[in-house]
């Protein structure tokens, strides 16, 4: 894993972000036994939501990209030609997080809608937000992006970029859009 911060001066830089490493990450021959798992870390406010939302037109979802917060859970068609992937599942676990005393109790929930069967399943691409502390996910490969304020439209945004042809080939790419 390679670590990386970037600073993204608005909406539109963290969309570009999210379409560039995603278009690399999904030719990534290594995720073929698991979902393509991203957990997006960050405090309320500072931009997970509008990470995802950034990748609507680029995987030709349909639908409105909404904030899971109060469902927990949603799910998009990915309509994207020729595109191994079939659906985007977009978590936001704050509510669990601060509905539970401890995590061992939020796997039980998690398993209770059956989440391993969506974390084991090549064809998704998840986004986490609030998962970072969910030992269940602990035996995926996962990458980390975290998301900081640096003032109202200013982003400082950190990648854990898998060690792999394809997370090499994503980091020159998002350091060239950004020079
Ligand atoms: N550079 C930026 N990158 C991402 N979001 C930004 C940026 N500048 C301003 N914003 C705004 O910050 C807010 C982030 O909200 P959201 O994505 O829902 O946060 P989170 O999911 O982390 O709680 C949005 O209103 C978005 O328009
Ligand atoms: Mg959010």
Redesign the pocket.
């Known amino acids: 894993m390679e670590f990386k911060k970037y600073i993204?001066?608005?909406?539109k830089?963290?969309h570009k972000i999210a379409q560039t490493i995603l278009e690399e990450l999904m030719l990534d021959i290594n995720h073929a036994q698991q979902a393509l798992i991203v957990i997006?870390k960050?405090?309320?406010?500072?931009?997970?939501?509008?990470?995802v939302?950034g990748l609507k037109d680029f995987l030709n979802i349909k639908s409105n990209v909404l904030?899971p917060t109060f469902v927990v859970m949603k799910v998009y068609d990915i309509n994207k030609n020729n595109s191994v992937f079939k659906k985007l599942y977009h978590f936001?676990l704050y509510r669990l997080i601060n509905n539970q005393t401890h995590n061992l109790n939020i796997d039980n929930d998690l398993a209770n809608i059956s989440i391993q069967d969506v974390f084991n399943n090549p064809s998704n691409i998840v986004f986490v937000?609030w998962g970072e502390d969910i030992p269940m996910l602990n035996k995926y490969k996962i990458i980390t992006i975290e998301?900081k304020m640096a003032n109202?439209?200013?982003?400082k945004i950190t990648i854990n970029y898998p060690n792999t042809s394809a997370g090499k080939k994503a980091k020159s790419k998002v350091d060239k859009l950004l020079t």
């Open positions: 993204s001066k608005n909406i830089t963290t997006l960050g405090e309320l406010g500072t931009g997970k939501t509008e990470f939302k904030s936001d937000e998301i109202e439209r200013e982003r």
